[in-house]
């Protein structure tokens, strides 16, 4: 072999090495970081849009049960997009999350819990779900499963071991809403219905993030209140004095008395 070819020869050698030994660290970088946030406190990861549940063989027999025996469902001409077995802390049977879909529209029906039990079900409304793109980017720090590309998780956010709807409403004001099973009523209510803004003062993206603070779990993020709005025939505009919190960066807990999310204080900037 001459010398021209053994030096190009070395030189492949050398470059497929060196591109092997970086695919080797890219991997193990995402091994990491798959670990590292697998660390978090979910039980699930966030996952991407669409929401992807292993078709097992009692999902399939679940699904052509709700078709055959759901009337709601064949009245309306409704699809269900997504079915998975969850504890909602509903008694009766076995818990089923469910999202139906207008087959001819392009909104949700919303979320509901099905209790199946032998041949019998009841069906409760679990939560809103809206497909609100410009939340997105908001919310990438909540943990759970996503509804399809909607702004509506669920999870078990208060560590109590049984999931709960966090979702984003808009109506007046942006709203973020949890709602749980409540056995005494037997039916979803609010845990949390806060008014929050999406922008603080200079502009920036204000995300709700689900954190840790002071050794206790919950969500930061800006609310605002708007305290006697008058509707100027364009925008609602607040009026004074306006709520001390607004453009703050508030943490709210899980209160395990009062069943519900209560405001912790703010955030201090370190």
């Known amino acids: 072999m001459s010398k021209t070819k053994y030096c190009f020869f070395s030189f492949i ?12 660290t890219n991997n193990k970088n995402l091994i990491i970081s798959i670990e590292q946030n697998s660390s978090i406190k979910n039980e699930k990861l966030f996952l991407e849009i669409p929401v992807l549940i292993e078709e097992t063989y009692e999902i399939n027999v679940i699904r052509e049960y709700l078709y055959e025996n759901d009337y709601e469902i064949k009245d309306k001409n409704l699809e269900i997009v997504f079915l998975d077995k969850v504890n909602f802390g509903i008694p009766g049977g076995d818990n089923w999350i469910v999202l139906l879909k207008h087959d001819s529209k392009m909104y949700y029906d919303g979320a509901y819990v099905y209790v199946i039990n032998g041949n019998s079900y009841k069906k409760y409304y ?26 509506t998780i669920y999870n078990d956010f208060n560590d109590d071991g049984i999931n709960e709807y966090f979702y984003i409403d808009w109506g007046l004001y942006n709203l973020l809403q949890i709602r749980g099973f409540n056995e005494d009523s037997n039916k979803f209510i609010d845990f949390c219905n806060i008014s929050f803004t999406t922008n603080d003062r200079e502009n920036n993206p204000a995300p709700i993030k689900h954190i840790i603070y002071n050794g206790t779990y919950g969500f930061e993020l800006m609310p ?9 025939g364009n925008n609602w505009i607040a009026q004074d004095p306006p709520d001390p919190d607004n453009y703050k960066r508030i943490f709210y807990a899980w209160n395990n008395i009062q069943k519900k999310y209560l405001r912790i204080g703010e955030i201090k900037q370190e």
């Open 13 to 24: 050698i050398i470059i497929l090495g060196i591109s092997c030994f970086g695919k080797n």
């Open 126 to 151: 679990g939560a809103y779900v809206g497909n609100f793109e410009y939340y997105n980017a908001l919310i990438q720090d909540i943990p759970g499963v996503r509804l399809g590309n909607s702004c």
């Open 224 to 232: 605002i209140t708007y305290r006697e709005a008058i509707f100027d």
